[in-house]
C-alpha cells in the first residue's frame, strides 16, 4: 500500500512538472520578444522544476532499489522545508510590495504579488529540502 | 552520540542497503547514523538492535555517559 502510494506520488510529481515545463514553452513561443526582467522570471520555474525532477528521480531510484521512497528522516525534512518555505510566503507577502513601492515607486497588482510569493516560496523550499536532506540531524 | 552499528553490521555481513531494506529506510539514513550525525525515532532504534540481535542500550553510545 505505502508503495503504491509512493508510486502515485511520484506520477503525479512527474505530470505536473511536464505541465509546468509545457506552459513555460507554450508562454514562451507566444510571447514574442522577452525582456531581461521576464527571462529572469522564466529561469526560476525552470530551476524549481529542474530540483522537483531531481528529487522525483531520487524517488524513482530508492523505489526501483526497492528502499522506501522516503523514510523518517525524509518526512521531517519535508517538514522542515514546508515551514521554511511558509514563512518566506509571509514575509514575501508582506516585503515583495512594500519593497516595489519603496524603491521602485510603483504598486505592484495582486497577481505579481502572488507570483512573486509563490516563486519566492518555491524556491526557498527546494533549497531548504536540498540543504537539510544532505545533512543529518534536521533538528 | 556513537553507535555501534558499522561493527554489528560488518559482523552480520550486512551491507547498508541491506539493513535499510530490513528496517524499511533509506541507505543514506543508515550512513547519517552510522556517523552519528541523526538521531533516529525509538521506532527506527528498536528496528535496527532487533534486526543486529542487540539492544538499543548496547547499539547507542552517549558521549556524558
Known amino acids: 500500500m505505502k508503495k503504491m502510494k509512493a508510486k502515485l506520488e511520484t506520477i503525479?510529481?512527474?505530470?505536473?512538472?511536464?505541465a509546468v515545463l509545457i506552459t513555460m514553452l507554450l508562454y514562451i513561443t507566444k510571447a514574442g520578444e522577452l525582456q531581461i526582467e521576464e527571462y529572469i522570471l522564466i529561469?526560476?520555474?525552470?530551476l524549481l522544476v529542474a530540483s522537483a525532477i531531481y528529487i522525483l528521480w531520487d524517488r524513482i531510484k530508492n523505489i526501483k532499489a526497492g528502499l522506501p521512497a522516503k523514510d523518517e528522516r525524509l518526512i521531517k525534512v519535508n517538514y522542515k522545508a514546508g515551514y521554511y518555505g511558509f514563512i518566506a510566503a509571509i514575509w514575501s507577502a508582506v516585503f515583495v510590495p512594500l519593497t516595489t513601492e519603496i524603491l521602485f515607486g510603483y504598486?505592484?497588482?495582486g497577481g505579481h504579488v502572488t507570483a512573486a510569493v509563490v516563486i519566492?516560496?518555491?524556491?526557498?523550499?527546494?533549497?531548504?529540502?536540498l540543504c537539510?536532506?544532505?545533512?543529518?540531524?534536521?533538528? | 552520540m556513537r553507535t555501534r552499528i558499522k561493527e554489528l553490521r560488518a559482523r552480520y555481513d550486512l551491507t547498508q542497503e541491506e539493513l535499510a531494506k530490513k528496517v524499511g529506510v533509506r541507505r543514506e539514513t543508515i550512513l547519517f547514523?552510522?556517523?552519528?550525525?541523526?538521531?533516529?525515532?525509538?521506532?527506527?532504534?528498536h528496528d535496527i538492535?532487533?534486526?543486529?540481535?542487540?539492544?538499543?542500550?548496547d547499539l547507542f553510545i552517549f558521549e556524558d555517559e
Do not use: Q
Open chain 1, 120 to 129: 519566492i516560496s518555491g524556491l526557498v523550499f527546494m533549497i531548504s529540502y
Open chain 1, 12 to 18: 503525479i510529481g512527474i505530470v505536473i512538472a511536464c
Open chain 1, 43 to 46: 529561469i526560476i520555474p525552470v
Open chain 2, 49 to 57: 538492535a532487533k534486526n543486529l540481535h542487540t539492544t538499543i542500550e
Open chain 1, 132 to 139: 537539510l536532506s544532505g545533512r543529518g540531524n534536521i533538528e
Open chain 2, 33 to 45: 547514523l552510522e556517523k552519528g550525525k541523526y538521531n533516529p525515532s525509538l521506532k527506527l532504534a
Open chain 1, 107 to 109: 504598486e505592484l497588482i
